[in-house]
């Protein structure tokens, strides 16, 4: 997956804050034609981890990113989704 390790430094080193965008895989779908399932949350490798710490697939998503110092926006409307997205921060990868 893109994770722009180069200009997150840059960043950094320039005192602003890196956005990530799109970081549980919607753009694969809605943006690049992708057809199927995301490949964010349908990663075998991503789903072993969730396994391993009993959480989403996006908690573990967000997570990661929370810890790479990126500022993250999920967005969703619905309550429950909301509450396991503010529990990604609840546990360390």
Known sequence: F???KELRRRCKE???QYQAYSTLGTQWVHFRGY???NP???HPVLRKIAQFHDRSVAQVVLNWAQQQDVSV???S???QRQRSN???LN???
Do not use: M, N
């Open 2 to 4: 893109h994770q722009d």
């Open 14 to 16: 320039e005192g602003i």
């Open 35 to 37: 057809r199927g399932q």
């Open 40 to 42: 964010v949350l349908t």
């Open 73 to 75: 926006i999920p967005a």
């Open 77 to 79: 409307t619905d309550p």
């Open 86 to 88: 503010l529990e990604s």
């Open 91 to 93: 546990f360390t990868l």
